[in-house]
Nanobody, 122 residues
Framework: QVQLVESGGGLVQAGGSLRLSCAAS????????MGWFRQVPGKDREFVAA???????IYYGDSVKGRFTISRDNANTASLQMNSLKPEDTAAYYC????????????????WGQGTQVTVSS
């Protein structure tokens, strides 16, 4: 079993920055990828960014490209640096993990964290 714990959410003014972290623990073997998704009430969970641990594949959602950066901090921790935040970035942010290459499809991910709230005020 794999556990994912997100941290770093909070309240920030528009134009500000936040850094989210996701720590993975448990039975993790071989090649895997970690992704970030976000969700607001009443809407589908939206892809934000993903990184493949064993290679150089990194993907971003169109709405965050150029503002957000996903990175691998160490063996089991990934971060999402969010700059130039906008009110429309307000959402619950979820970390997810899958075996193999990174993917933009939320249905490809096997494990999910509990989420951390990001609120951007105008």
């Amino acid at each position: 079993q794999v556990q994912l714990v997100e941290s770093g959410g909070g309240l920030v003014q528009a134009g500000g920055s936040l850094r989210l972290s996701c720590a993975a623990s448990g039975r993790i073997f071989g090649s895997y990828a970690m992704g970030w998704f976000r969700q607001v009430p009443g809407k589908d969970r939206e892809f934000v960014a993903a990184i493949w641990w064993s290679g150089d594949s990194i993907y971003y959602g169109d709405s965050v490209k150029g503002r957000f950066t996903i990175s691998r901090d160490n063996a089991n921790t990934a971060s999402l640096q969010m700059n130039s935040l906008k009110p429309e970035d307000t959402a619950a942010y979820y970390c997810a993990l899958k075996s193999g290459r990174a993917s933009r499809d939320r249905d490809d991910y096997d494990y999910w964290g509990q989420g951390t709230q990001v609120t951007v005020s105008s």
